[in-house]
T-cell receptor, first 115, second 112 residues
Framework: DTGVSQDPRHKITKRGQNVTFRCDPI?????LYWYRQTLGQGPEFLTY????????KSRLLSDRFSAERPKGSFSTLEIQRTEQGDSAMYLC?????????????FGSGTQLSVL | QQQVKQSPQSLIVQKGGISIINCAYE??????FPWYQQFPGKGPALLIA?????SEKKEGRFTISFNKSAKQFSLHIMDSQPGDSATYFC???????????FGAGTRLAVHP
């Protein structure tokens, strides 16, 4: 499978715990995005990497959230001291920088449930 | 205000019918309008997209109609099939990278 891969698919945690998600983009894609999707809503932009550089963070990304993309390959999204409001689907997407509007490929997401 | 409003929230269509989903936007800086299809347990997948310099784009059974003056665009699914049952999101984009602003989604059910 050469698509965007996310791990784990599901995560259940207790409030206050830390969680980390991983995203492996399509290998040649240099752009990587994290989005969050809550039930009945469209995905909301969280952050964007071009290679290893994090170029934009949404105001939705509180100080408890941190994302990294070492060496411009896979990316991790960590949530510290989880809250029930963090329960959502966390989607990773990647694209290849090019001319015009390149196609964005999404992974199947990590469903987080905070109890 | 970067926002995209989508309607209806849900839609039921008989097999062979036409499904129509509408979106409206406010930000005139948006210059790319994709539609995404999402099946349960999967991430969204790009279906079709349009730029504001054209009024219509057709790919197979899927057509986007775009009204720049009204700041509205719509997705038409002709000859709807049960396999089209999914959630559809309109989106809009401005800027140099894919920071998409999504609508709230339309849950489409096509009955046989």
């Amino acid at each position: 499978d050469t698509g965007v891969s996310q791990d784990p698919r599901h995560k259940i945690t207790k409030r206050g715990q830390n969680v980390t998600f991983r995203c492996d983009p399509i290998s040649e894609h240099n752009r990587l995005y994290w989005y969050r999707q809550t039930l009945g809503q469209g995905p909301e932009f969280l952050t964007y990497f071009q290679n290893e550089a994090q170029l934009e963070k949404s105001r939705l990304l509180s100080d408890r959230f941190s994302a990294e993309r070492p060496k411009g390959s896979f990316s991790t999204l960590e949530i510290q001291r989880t809250e029930q409001g963090d329960s959502a689907m966390y989607l990773c997407a990647s694209s290849l920088e090019g001319t015009g509007r390149e196609k964005l490929f999404f992974g199947s997401g990590t469903q987080l449930s905070v109890l | 205000q970067q926002q995209v409003k989508q309607s209806p929230q849900s839609l039921i269509v008989q097999k062979g019918g036409i499904s129509i989903i509408n979106c409206a936007y406010e930000n005139t800086a948006f210059d790319y309008f994709p539609w995404y299809q999402q099946f349960p347990g999967k991430g969204p997948a790009l279906l079709i997209a349009i730029r504001p310099d054209v009024s219509e784009k057709k790919e197979g059974r899927f057509t986007i109609s775009f009204n720049k003056s009204a700041k509205q665009f719509s997705l038409h699914i002709m000859d709807s099939q049960p396999g089209d049952s999914a959630t559809y999101f309109c989106a809009a984009l401005s800027g140099g990278y894919n920071k998409l602003i999504f609508g709230a989604g339309t849950r489409l059910a096509v009955h046989p």
